[in-house]
Nanobody, 125 residues
Framework: DVQLQASGGGLVQAGGSLRLSCVVSGFAFDEYEIGWFRQAPGKEREVVSCISPSDGSTSYTDSVKGRFTISSDNAKSTVYLQMNSLKPEDTAVYYC??????????????????WGQGTQVTVSS
């Protein structure tokens, strides 16, 4: 069975840090693009960051550049999202996602093949 197990969310004050983890199983980790989306209350789900574990290439949405870092541990089939300098507007449910065609970060959530469960990130002001 395909599983993307997300964890690491929580409550943090503005300026603080969190690290999200996404452990993947059930498909070839290095053949997919793995990424994070988020959805704030009343808003559309949006892409945050993606990585191709095969070559380490990454992408970020503009609002998190310089603050968030995505990485992968291929031996553990795990993708991490290190979130620093968190802001209240980062508050959302964060979802791990995978896409074989490596287009979800540019084309959007409609191109996601697999979703993980969400993990809540709350940043207080």
């Amino acid at each position: 069975d395909v599983q993307l197990q997300a964890s690491g969310g929580g409550l943090v004050q503005a300026g603080g840090s969190l690290r999200l983890s996404c452990v993947v199983s059930g498909f070839a980790f290095d053949e997919y693009e793995i990424g994070w989306f988020r959805q704030a209350p009343g808003k559309e789900r949006e892409v945050v960051s993606c990585i191709s574990p095969s070559d380490g290439s990454t992408s970020y949405t503009d609002s998190v550049k310089g603050r968030f870092t995505i990485s992968s541990d291929n031996a553990k089939s795990t993708v991490y999202l290190q979130m620093n300098s968190l802001k209240p507007e980062d508050t959302a449910v964060y979802y791990c996602a995978a896409d074989y065609a490596a287009t979800m970060c540019f084309r959007g959530q409609e191109y996601v093949d697999y979703w993980g469960q969400g993990t809540q990130v709350t940043v207080s002001s």
